[in-house]
């Protein structure tokens, strides 16, 4: 199918749903799917809400909430409390499972209690070719993806983005703070605010596209190539702002910049137990 063609099909699959509930991060997909829900259905068919908890940055929260009222589009903020919940904060292969369970089953009695017909997420379809055991949660939970149903890639969200004139075409992908610390470690509302302190100060730095990784006392940094002798030249700066965050030792990792990288700690016989 070309482009165009998934793009009709996206707008036939939400006519179908109904009233709809989003769950919406302000991300690049769920923006482009607020966007098109909104554009398809009219805004009072429509309710975004976000999971304001530890793992999400405040700056990304903002963000998300001042794009949604610009769609005059009702926004609701919510806390699934995952962090209470040991199976998750135990971090081990399944946690974006739990995490995910948790919000969907907030968001499923929010559409019952407000009369929406369908829960959707922002999932595309090249999320259903990597390791992500939340889309397991989904089908739980009868979680609807109309992105990957329409057989929309990233790549194709955000060209359609742009088109759109969404300000989130061309941000970078940001998942959740809690796929920064490596399996095995517990989650905790302090180790995530190291994390969003230590990006939040490399962004004033000028890097873009990068990722912080929480090792327990060590800090490891990828960046993209062209960005490694930026971080040597300012190497003192970045390891005193660190260190002042309770990371011991400041690295740099020499593969660079990759997403899910802690997935390499993973056996395939884990990979396969949580899809």
């Known amino acids: 199918m070309t482009i165009d063609e998934k793009y009709d099909l996206l707008k036939q699959i939400i006519k179908k749903l109904g009233k709809i509930l989003i769950a919406y991060s302000g991300g690049v997909d769920s923006t482009f799917l607020l966007k098109v829900c909104v554009d398809t259905l009219g ?59 948790h919000l969907y089953k907030i968001l499923n009695g ?14 595309n379809l090249d999320d259903f070719d990597d390791f992500r055991p939340g889309n397991r949660a989904g089908k739980k939970f009868n979680i609807k993806c109309p992105l990957a149903e329409a057989k929309l890639a990233k ?8 088109r759109l004139n969404l300000s989130t075409a061309d941000i970078p992908a940001s998942p959740c703070l809690a796929s920064r610390i490596s399996y095995g470690m517990e989650i905790t509302k302090q180790k995530l605010k190291q994390v969003e302190d230590a990006e939040e100060f490399l962004k004033t730095l000028g890097f873009v596209e990068f990722r912080l990784r929480h090792h327990d006392y060590i800090a490891r940094l990828e960046v993209h190539n062209e960005d490694l002798a930026r971080v040597i ?15 011991k030792f400041v690295t740099i990792d ?17 990979k396969k137990k949580n899809i």
């Open 110 to 123: 929010i559409a019952e209690e407000k009369g929406y017909n369908n829960v959707v997420c922002g999932s």
């Open 254 to 270: 020499l593969e660079g910049f990759r997403t899910g990288s802690l997935n390499e700690l993973l056996s395939e016989e884990d």
């Open 155 to 162: 790549a194709d969200i955000r060209q359609l983005s742009r």
């Open 43 to 101: 805004s009072e068919n429509v309710l975004a809400c976000i999971a304001a908890g530890a793992s999400l940055p405040k700056s990304q929260l903002d963000r998300a909430i001042e794009i949604a009222k610009n769609m005059r589009v009702d926004i609701e903020t919510i806390e699934p409390a995952e962090l209470t919940d040991t199976a998750y904060s135990a971090n081990k292969a399944d946690r974006c499972f739990h995490c995910k369970s």
């Open 233 to 247: 030249a300012m190497r003192e700066k970045i390891v005193e702002k660190l260190k002042s965050l309770g990371f």
